[in-house]
Each structure stands twice: as C-alpha cells, then as structure tokens.
C-alpha cells in the first residue's frame, strides 16, 4: 500500500471542492483521525477551512478523557476544536430509542448547528461540508446488518457516499471507500494516537457480533472476499435504486400537491396506480419522507400504502405513525399529520326562496342560483304544500326521481365520485324525502353538476306549462 493512498482516495473522489469549509465529526477514533489528518494534508493546496466538531455522549466513563485527547490533538494540528456534551441517555429515555440512535442524532444536529455558524459568516451554503469518517467495512457491515434485520433495495445500498442533511447542508464520506486495515496502516505511518472504544471488541452489540463474528466466519467458511462482495453489491442495488428513485420523481410531477391549514400532502393516483409497485412504494416513501416519518416506513406500512393506491374501493384509510393518517377519496390520497374534522360542512349562509308566477312573466336571470319547474305538475302532486319545500342536506330516504324510476341520493353520490367526506356537505331542495333540485357543488365530478347541480325531470317546463314554480338561492341577510 503506497503512503499517500488514503489522501489520493479523499482526492480522486471528487467530494471535496476547493475553497470548501468542512465541518468534520470527529470521535478521536481511528477513522475519524485518519480522516482529519488527510484533510489537513490537502488543505493548503485546496484552500480547505476544517473545522473539528467532537460530541462527548457521555456514555462512557473515559469520555471525558477522549474529549482531551481529540482537543490536544486538533491543536498539534493546528486546529481549533468545536467540543459539545449531550444527554444521550435522557433523549434515548424521552424518545424511546437507543442511546447509540440517540448519540447519532445528537450528533448531526450538532453538526447542522455548527454549519449554520459557518453560513451566518457570509459563507455560501454550497460550500458548507459535513465529513463523517465511515469506512469501506462499515459499508459491508452496513449492508450486512440490514439484510438480515430485513430491508428493502434502498437499504441494501448502504451508506450514501453523499446526502443532505436536515438542515440542507451535503454530507460526505471522503473515506467510505478505505478498508480499515489501510486506516489502521496510516494511523501507524503517522504516529498518531487516536482513541480506541473497548465497547466496539465486545459482543453485546449486533453490529459488533457482526464485525467480530460473523463477518470473519463468512470469510473462513464461504468467501474470503465477503467485504468486497458486499460493497459491491450495494454498489449494485444504488445504482438499481437511484434509478426507480428517479423514474418515481418523474412520476409524480403534477400529481402532488401541498395544502395548509392543515397541513395536507395530495396525491393525484389517477395515473400513478398504473406505475409497477416498485415506483409506487417509493414513492409512498417519498411522502413519508417529506412528513417526517420516513424512520416508520417498514415493509408493511408502504404495502398499505401501495394497496391503498391499487385498490378497486375509491376510499379507504390507513392510520399513520406520530397520529399522522391517509385517507383515499376516489383518485386522490389525502396524507394529513394534523386532526382534523374530515366532515365537511354544509355552507349555512345560503336560503331558499320559492316563487310562483306566471310563465310568460319569468325571465331568467343568469346572475343568480336558480332552479325552475312546472308548478300545476308539482300542485298535483303536492297540492298546496310549497311552503312545506325546504333547502337541506340529504335524509335517510332522500330519492331523486328519473326519467324512468328514480335514484337514491346515497347511489347518486356515490356514482358522481362525490367524497364520503363531502356528501353530508351538499345542500338540496327537497320535499318530504323528494329531491327536486340538488344544487352545485365543487365535489361533484362532473362539470354539468358542479355549475348547475342535479334536476328533477319530474316537474320540468315545457311549451304548455302555464305557471312556474322558481326557487331562488340567496345569501342569508
């Protein structure tokens, strides 16, 4: 192995940019040193600016100690260290969550923290890095763990080598492609003297059995190359998956939409339940994502969601994690982190006012809501009951007459695509349990019902009819 191969790795992976500020995590560990150590080689040459971040957890009992060592060893670097304690236990105890998660969320959050401070000193964002020092065997192991803990292709991509973090800053590995038998070689070759974590030769860990155990009688009994095949095949599945990612991006242009108050994500399946289930459950992790649930998007939550997008039923609901819920009304999956009433109401600014005339007096007026009807028809039916009309929602019972038979207002609705949601919201005029005129409504499917509503044929004008019976719909005075 040639000396400078770890510094021609970080170089050749064309992460780093010259001029770059980078904020680099370091444990004191290792990897983390050998990662710092390479970046101050090229720093000159690149116009790097590093800044050191060490996060004491707290944990163990030497923390304090390894806290000293990183600072002592920053300043014979010639670096100023950013130092930082965290209450890994407590947030694990709030959170309910390992104190290992804990300590890594910790962690970035302290490194957005840092990267802001860096941006406020008119440093452009593009030029803010966040270097973490996992290395090409945390990889296989990465790939490993997930594997038999279960997971799908993204998962089985490992590490990205770049990613964004919560606050918008680029992550970078600089050394995810380094074995750590070269890291351990450089440490050596530059007589530095990094911290060594005891707990990481212990077994009481999964990821350590697999470093300590398993990996090594993989390599004995099956394939001495068993790290390279694993980097190698997540090499392969990110490759497979940036590709369904980016089919399921394109996908989704046009068919998502954003709504506030509440907060509400859209998403148009009209044309999306015809994608293969492979784009779809990404792009059902997708919307997790952008709500915040993405650690809950298990196999199973993102096969109800896909069902949920295939289904022959136009509705259906899928309770979310953190009280989040999604809901389908016909083509549309609605995802809401709020409570909300999902009833609409009705508009009760509205009144009913009947008229009747003579028809050779009615001349309609297009400015105002209004249904008309032969009123000797309706007389007939319902001799001197137009006082008795009233301006609702619909009933048990409700009916609209047909031309041939008459319909259930619940069958109407159903058929119009009107949302289980809206349908109590839509106001009628009826009398006893006959519907006469169902007045329009944005939730209607159909253009006709959404400008004019549904009439009754059975009282309709024609060229013999003598007296009209008009109703008018008016705002509430």
Same mark, same amino acid.
């Given at each position: 192995?040639?000396?400078?191969?770890?510094?021609?790795?970080?170089?050749?992976?064309? &992460?780093?940019?010259?001029?770059? +500020?980078?904020?680099?995590?370091?444990?004191?560990?290792?990897?983390?040193?050998?990662?710092?150590?390479?970046?101050?080689?090229?720093?000159?040459?690149?116009?790097?600016?590093? $800044?050191?971040?060490?996060?004491?957890? !707290?944990?163990?009992?030497?923390?304090?100690?390894?806290?000293?060592?990183? $600072?002592?060893?920053?300043?014979?670097?010639?670096?100023?260290?950013?130092?930082?304690?965290?209450?890994?236990?407590?947030?694990?105890?709030?959170?309910?969550?390992?104190?290992?998660?804990?300590?890594?969320?910790?962690?970035?959050?302290?490194? /957005?923290?840092?990267?802001?401070?860096?941006?406020?000193?008119? $440093?452009?964002?593009?030029?803010? &890095?966040?270097?973490?020092?996992?290395?090409?065997?945390?990889?296989?192991?990465?790939?490993?763990?997930?594997?038999?803990?279960? *997971?799908?292709? +993204?998962?089985?991509?490992?590490?990205?080598? $770049? =990613?964004?973090?919560? #606050?918008?800053?680029?992550?970078?590995?600089?050394?995810?492609?380094?074995?750590?038998?070269?890291?351990?070689?450089?440490?050596?070759?530059?007589?530095?003297?990094?911290?060594?974590?005891?707990?990481?030769?212990?077994?009481?860990?999964?990821?350590?059995?697999?470093?300590?155990?398993?990996?090594?009688?993989?390599?004995?009994?099956?394939?001495? #190359?068993?790290?390279?095949?694993? =980097?190698?095949?997540?090499?392969?599945?990110?490759?497979?998956?940036?590709?369904?990612?980016?089919?399921?991006?394109?996908?989704?242009?046009?068919?998502?939409?954003?709504?506030?108050?509440?907060?509400?994500?859209?998403? /148009?399946?009209?044309?999306?339940?015809?994608? @293969?289930?492979?784009?779809?459950?990404?792009?059902?992790?997708?919307?997790?994502?952008?709500?915040?649930?993405? !650690?809950?998007?298990?196999?199973?939550?993102?096969?109800?969601?896909?069902?949920?997008?295939?289904?022959?039923?136009?509705?259906?609901?899928?309770?979310?994690?953190?009280?989040?819920?999604?809901?389908?009304?016909?083509?549309?999956?609605?995802? *809401?982190?709020?409570?909300?009433?999902?009833?609409?109401?009705?508009?009760?600014?509205?009144?009913?006012?009947?008229?009747?005339?003579?028809?050779?007096?009615?001349? @309609?007026?297009?400015? %105002?809501?209004?249904?008309?009807? /032969?009123?000797?028809?309706?007389?007939?039916?319902?001799?001197?009951?137009?006082? /008795?009309?009233?301006?609702? *929602?619909?009933?048990?019972?409700?009916?609209?007459?047909?031309?041939?038979?008459? !319909?259930?207002?619940?069958?109407?609705?159903?058929?119009?695509?009107?949302?289980?949601?809206?349908?109590?919201?839509?106001?009628?005029?009826?009398?006893?349990?006959?519907?006469?005129?169902?007045?329009?409504?944005? %939730?209607?499917?159909?253009?006709?019902?959404?400008?004019?509503?549904?009439?009754?044929?059975?009282?309709?004008?024609?060229?013999?009819?003598? =007296?009209?019976?008009?109703?008018?719909? #008016?705002?509430?005075?």
């Amino acid at each position: 192995m040639k000396k400078n191969h770890v510094i021609d790795t970080i170089i050749d992976s064309g &992460l780093i940019n010259e001029g770059a +500020h980078i904020v680099a995590g370091v444990s004191g560990g290792p990897d983390s040193l050998c990662m710092l150590h390479a970046l101050t080689q090229i720093a000159d040459s690149m116009d790097l600016t590093i $800044v050191p971040v060490h996060v004491n957890h !707290k944990l163990r009992p030497e923390a304090d100690a390894e806290e000293e060592n990183v $600072v002592r060893i920053c300043d014979r670097l010639g670096l100023d260290c950013f130092t930082f304690e965290a209450d890994c236990n407590g947030l694990a105890k709030e959170l309910r969550i390992s104190s290992e998660e804990a300590g890594r969320q910790i962690r970035y959050e302290i490194f /957005d923290e840092v990267a802001s401070q860096i941006e406020e000193d008119n $440093v452009p964002k593009n030029n803010i &890095l966040i270097a973490v020092a996992h290395n090409a065997d945390d990889q296989a192991e990465t790939v490993l763990f997930r594997l038999l803990r279960g *997971t799908g292709i +993204h998962g089985l991509a490992g590490m990205p080598v $770049v =990613r964004n973090s919560e #606050a918008g800053y680029m992550i970078i590995r600089p050394i995810i492609d380094i074995e750590r038998e070269e890291i351990e070689q450089y440490i050596r070759d530059n007589r530095l003297h990094p911290n060594i974590d005891a707990s990481n030769m212990t077994n009481d860990y999964t990821r350590n059995k697999i470093r300590n155990e398993l990996i090594p009688y993989l390599e004995k009994e099956f394939n001495p #190359a068993i790290r390279q095949a694993l =980097r190698r095949f997540a090499e392969l599945a990110d490759l497979d998956d940036t590709l369904l990612n980016e089919i399921a991006v394109s996908s989704m242009d046009g068919h998502i939409s954003f709504e506030h108050e509440p907060e509400r994500i859209l998403l /148009d399946i009209s044309e999306i339940r015809m994608n @293969p289930v492979p784009v779809n459950t990404r792009i059902a992790g997708f919307v997790l994502q952008t709500m915040r649930l993405e !650690k809950y998007a298990t196999f199973e939550l993102i096969t109800q969601l896909t069902s949920l997008m295939y289904s022959d039923n136009p509705s259906g609901s899928i309770d979310l994690p953190m009280g989040a819920r999604a809901y389908r009304e016909y083509d549309t999956i609605i995802f *809401t982190d709020a409570e909300e009433d999902y009833s609409i109401p009705a508009d009760s600014s509205l009144r009913m006012i009947p008229q009747v005339m003579m028809a050779k007096d009615f001349h @309609p007026d297009e400015d %105002y809501l209004y249904a008309v009807f /032969d009123f000797d028809r309706f007389n007939e039916a319902y001799p001197g009951r137009v006082g /008795d009309i009233k301006l609702r *929602t619909r009933q048990q019972g409700d009916y609209l007459p047909m031309k041939k038979g008459s !319909k259930k207002i619940q069958d109407l609705l159903v058929d119009s695509k009107v949302m289980k949601r809206a349908r109590d919201s839509i106001l009628m005029v009826a009398i006893d349990s006959e519907i006469m005129w169902i007045l329009p409504s944005k %939730y209607f499917s159909g253009r006709q019902e959404q400008e004019k509503g549904r009439y009754s044929p059975k009282y309709s004008v024609t060229d013999n009819t003598e =007296r009209v019976l008009l109703i008018e719909i #008016a705002e509430n005075i």
